[in-house]
């Protein structure tokens, strides 16, 4: 179905979901929803989270699935894997407008970015690459190991780096 | 309009976890044309027409009359991708219909050419999906010999519009004495 360039190894990411660790990972066909990456520059590890919406309201069974419980589990979970807050950067790319006349909240994309930039601004967290927004789909491969690239796959069927 | 039967698979209902809907949608660019239903109750959920991208030309052209398959989607492609979704949603819902008992209005249609799972995480974030752990998925497969196309329907149902399909379901098997 999908584009695999690193065969097996790759952890899929799916909606809700976040991994820490040094393997590739990806998510699959992000519309509304951020795929956030915050990288150790020193350590060559990461985390990968699949953000559905900006506000738990709460709620704790899903950690990965809202902006603000997903941020602190990452952050927890690469520092006791012995990051230091210092050498952490984040990349973020999704958030999208697919509709347009649908009823439902439709900047939902939007939203999510917004909180994501807002909670890491508190953290000290640094975006050093984004690819938000528009109205079209991203897959997107994370390689911890390669410096903490991220490369982006278009629905249009652009294909970019940041 | 195609000059060739289309026929309707029995729908595969799936109760699907938000976490491995790329495993049954996946990112392979395909055109999506959407409906959103309204059924006793307002805003039923969603439906969807997906026709793979390798299939869209020849549907296209077999609908246009035109021979050329590698050629650019124009607004004439798309409004006859939306007029295909029209056609076979409401033939999906008059099944329901005659099956069921329940009503199910579409809306007026929009088309989006790209990832399907990025179309569908989007829908259901837009809806009030805090509690939305799983989606159900009513899918659907329309196969045309004739013209070599590939696509499905898939039904996403929001929670009570699943509760009157289930209770009715039901009432099919277990008829009231």
Do not use: W
Not at chain 1, 108 to 117: L, S
């Amino acid at each position: 179905m999908s584009l695999m360039p690193t065969g097996n190894d790759t952890v899929i990411i799916g909606i809700g979901e976040y991994q820490v660790g040094s393997m590739p990972m990806a998510s699959i066909g992000l519309g509304s929803c951020v795929g956030l990456v915050i990288h150790d520059r020193k350590m060559g590890i990461g985390a990968l989270v699949h953000i559905m919406l900006p506000s738990s309201q709460g709620k704790t069974d899903r950690l990965g699935k809202y902006a603000d419980t997903a941020i602190d589990v990452l952050i927890k979970e690469l520092t006791r894997n012995g990051s230091s807050p210092t050498n952490l950067i984040a990349k973020i790319a999704g958030g999208s407008a697919m509709f347009k006349t649908f009823s439902g909240n439709l900047n939902i994309g939007e939203r999510n970015v917004e909180v994501i930039r807002k909670l890491l601004k508190d953290q000290s967290i640094p975006i050093k690459g984004e690819d938000v927004g528009g109205c079209v789909g991203r897959t997107i491969f994370y390689y911890p190991k390669e410096n903490g690239k991220l490369v982006i796959k278009k629905g249009d069927g652009t294909l970019g780096e940041i | 309009m195609l000059s060739a039967n289309v026929s309707m698979s029995v729908p595969e209902i799936k109760v699907i976890d938000i976490s491995e809907i790329y495993k049954y949608v996946g990112d392979e660019i395909a055109a999506l044309v959407l409906f959103q239903v309204n059924g006793e109750v307002k805003q039923g959920g969603f439906l969807l027409l997906y026709v793979a991208k390798s299939s869209v030309i020849r549907l296209t052209n077999a609908m246009l009359g035109l021979t050329e398959t590698n050629r650019e989607l124009d607004e004439m492609d798309e409004s006859a991708l939306l007029e295909v979704g029209n056609i076979m949603v409401s033939a999906f819902l008059d099944g329901t219909a005659e099956l069921l008992n329940i009503i199910m209005l579409p809306s007026p249609p929009q088309l989006v050419i790209d990832m399907p799972h990025a179309a569908i995480e989007s829908i259901i974030a837009s809806q009030d999906s805090v509690d939305i752990d799983e989606v159900v998925l009513f899918k659907t497969e329309l196969l045309s010999d004739a013209h070599n196309i590939q696509s499905s329907i898939f039904l996403f149902p929001n929670h009570p519009m699943l509760e009157d399909i289930i209770r009715r379901l039901e009432e099919l098997l277990n008829p009231p004495t």
